[in-house]
């Protein structure tokens, strides 16, 4: 689950400190630090910044991304991983991130572990630019293509990066599919929907309804 990366102050209250006296941390600090709870945290500029609780829409539609990459990736014979909320090391001093799920691929199976895929699952608090610096984030990490299905509309969000930007496929009809060029997946639109409750779709504000920076 994404929280704003404005967040720090509830996540100093979650370790019982204030920002005032907590101090900033190293990717290899965050990585080995324990929080004393358990709530995910992502290190954003040096401060760990808990992730919300997830809502059951959003818990019931990164189980059908997962399994959905999962079983089409195996049976193809790709030697590609999919991993639940791991913790991705920006190539920047002060920040992880941790994608709703990440994909990793190489060679064999024993050299998957180069990230290419994200997906994150777009919450109704996150801004268009909130969701453009986990972007820029990703691609600094080697990420190649960022899915972001939408969990209150019966749409997602594609994100192909091209140079030094990206470009973003709206995909909106619940008869089509997300065509994740970059592993040779596909997953219907109408599986990533599943058991979810939707709301009548509403541009206005929802995080990436902006044009790709």
């Not at 899915?147 to 496929?169: F, K, N, S, Y």
Request: glycine share 6%.
């Amino acid at each position: 689950m994404i929280a704003s990366d404005d967040c720090i102050r509830d996540a100093a209250m979650a370790v019982a400190v204030t920002k005032s006296t907590l101090n900033r941390m190293s990717i290899e600090e965050f990585l080995a630090w324990d929080s004393g709870d358990d709530r995910r945290y992502e290190l954003v500029d040096g401060w760990p910044v808990a992730q919300s609780a997830p809502s059951r829409s959003h818990g019931c539609m990164d189980v059908i991304v997962g399994a959905g990459l999962k079983n089409r990736l195996k049976p193809a014979g790709r030697p590609c991983v999919v991993e639940n909320g791991s913790a991705l090391p920006i190539d920047k001093p002060w920040t992880v991130r941790a994608p709703d799920l990440l994909v990793r691929c190489g060679a064999d199976w024993q050299t998957a572990d180069a990230p290419i895929l994200a997906v994150d699952i777009l919450p109704p608090t996150n801004s268009a630019s909130e969701m453009a610096r986990r972007r820029d984030d990703y691609a600094s990490a080697g990420i190649q293509q960022v899915l972001e299905p939408d969990q209150d509309d019966a749409r997602a969000l594609l994100w192909r990066a091209d140079g030094d930007r990206w470009i973003v496929e709206t995909i909106r009809d619940l008869q089509g599919s997300t065509t994740l060029d970059i592993i040779g997946v596909s997953i219907p639109m109408a599986e990533i929907n599943e058991d979810v409750e939707l709301t009548p779709p509403d541009d206005a504000g929802r995080p990436g309804s902006a044009s790709a920076p």
